[in-house]
């Protein structure tokens, strides 16, 4: 039976000891695929730990594809690709020298309750931190601020989020590598301006629609691609012609699809396999994944330098706070430098010192843990209710672990157009998987595949109040 120490484990809760332990051995290649791992209760006990603690180890790598469960036999380890044992090659050639239809639309004024925008209530943003902050900011660097930004960025924020994303995501990045925006659509921009015009960018489908309309109005070539249940299809992804592909693999928009680590290794294969190939990894609102630790980004394990992370501040402070930033591979720096470097830094100094101290202080992470709390009771509240009421028989909740919304598979003959146009008469407003479609007038497999009566549940900005007259209102429009 597998054993491990739990002695000198630093600052790891037990289970994610354990996880940490499994996954290595797999991609280690120690646990080959196909291996069945010990029963929760008996290697709890050959351990000496609790069950509970090897059941959420379990858990664990269970969500990020590293093993698979079979009813009533047990779990088993994923076979992976291996995919990156030319890791180095291309490192060793050069030493390169670091130098979202729109879902946030509103309709204030016409309905009462917004099960679309991302929005947060004025009672939740930090807003005594943050003042303090910035009075402290004005007075202790009033000389910097009135300093022309760097063209990435103030060094202070880009260590800061430098710090925080080794801390929180495991991902080793060095400042130099971070580059801050106002917006990530400002950020998609310069990345079309970096690798070209005349690339091929791939967008999943279904997706977030604004993705796709900023291609387009770049003018550059912009491919749907299907995805399953394990996120993008590696092989349309070929078929397609595809130089770069936009994805979110942590949690996708809207349909909650986490991809698995196989799939993740096999996307990160398809971008080493070309030269001009690249992977915009959207990692928009990991911080809220509520159950278990956040997934593991694609770029920590990223060796061959081909994922453009991207982030945002938007989702976690607030959505008018425009601060995002990605994190470019050491290969390109030096050519952003080179054609971008002119750009002057599109956030205020004043901002972004003000962000740099939110961060530095703990500030951000203790409004993170706060927040995840209040979404998640958020979540659980409004699931519960809708359980308990006569939409219960009429629907299924599903994807509810991850971001801020999940899915309402609701059990209704109307189409969802006119399921959408009565809710709003009730004046509230909510969207259905089927808009996220970028349909191809002649991909009829495309259209049979569009799925119908399943509403997206955005309870970012719904209060605890609002939640008996959303459940009333769908009820009143189901019929129930």
């Not at 924020?157 to 917006?183: D, T």
């Not at 699809?257 to 030269?275: E, K, Q």
């Not at 945002?312 to 990605?326: E, Q």
Request: with cysteine.
């Amino acid at each position: 039976m597998l054993t491990y120490s739990f002695t000198d484990i630093g600052p790891d809760s037990l289970y994610m000891h354990l996880y940490k332990c499994i996954k290595n051995d797999i991609l280690d290649g120690k646990l080959e695929p196909g291996t069945k791992l010990p029963s929760k209760r008996a290697f709890a006990k050959n351990l000496g730990i609790s069950s509970i603690t090897v059941e959420n180890a379990y858990g664990q790598l269970l969500a990020e594809g590293y093993i698979f469960s079979l009813q009533r036999k047990g779990f088993y380890v994923t076979e992976l690709p291996r995919v990156m044992e030319k890791a180095q090659e291309e490192d060793t050639k050069k030493n390169i020298k670091c130098h979202a239809l729109d879902e946030n639309e509103t309709l204030n004024g016409i309905c009462d309750i917004d099960l679309v925008s991302n929005c947060m209530h004025h009672d939740n943003f930090p807003f005594s931190i943050w003042a303090r902050l910035m009075r402290e900011v004005i007075t202790g660097k009033s000389s910097a601020l009135m300093q022309k930004s760097p063209w990435g960025g103030i060094m202070e924020l880009r260590s800061a989020i430098s710090l925080h994303l080794k801390q929180f995501r495991n991902m080793e990045v060095a400042p130099e590598q971070i580059i801050i925006g106002a917006g990530t659509e400002y950020l998609y921009g310069l990345i079309i301006q970096l690798l070209g015009y005349d690339k091929v960018y791939a967008v999943e489908n279904p997706g977030y629609k604004k993705i796709a309309q900023i291609y387009k109005a770049n003018n550059v070539a912009c491919k749907y691609i299907p995805i399953d249940s394990s996120g993008i299809i590696v092989d349309e992804l070929k078929k397609r012609g595809a130089d770069v592909a936009h994805i979110s693999p942590s949690h996708h928009y809207p349909t909650g699809i986490v991809t698995p680590i196989s799939r993740r290794y096999d996307i990160l294969g398809w971008a080493s396999s070309g030269s001009s190939r690249y992977i915009i990894e959207d990692d928009y609102d990991s911080e809220f994944r509520l159950a278990g630790r956040p997934m593991p980004a694609l770029q920590s394990i990223d060796v061959m330098e081909r994922v453009i992370y991207i982030n945002t501040f938007t989702k976690s402070l607030a959505p008018t706070i425009r601060i995002s930033y990605m994190i470019l591979p050491k290969r390109l720096l030096e050519l952003f430098y080179e054609k971008l470097g002119f750009y002057s830094c599109t956030v205020s100094n004043f901002e972004q010192y003000t962000l740099a101290e939110f961060i530095k202080g703990g500030y951000f992470e203790k409004h993170i843990n706060r927040m995840r709390n209040y979404y998640r009771n958020i979540r659980n509240e409004l699931m519960k209710r809708i359980k308990a009421s006569p939409l219960a028989d009429k629907c299924e909740i599903s994807e509810e672990e991850a971001g801020l919304h999940f899915l309402l598979d609701i059990h209704t003959d109307m189409q969802d157009e006119e399921f959408i146009d009565i809710c709003r008469e009730n004046r509230i407003n909510v969207s259905c998987l089927s808009q996220y479609y970028n349909e191809d007038k002649d991909d009829v497999d495309m259209r049979n595949s569009i799925k119908q009566h399943t509403l997206i549940m955005n309870y970012s900005g719904l209060k605890y109040d609002d939640i008996d007259t959303v459940i009333e209102i769908l009820c009143r429009v189901i019929g129930v």
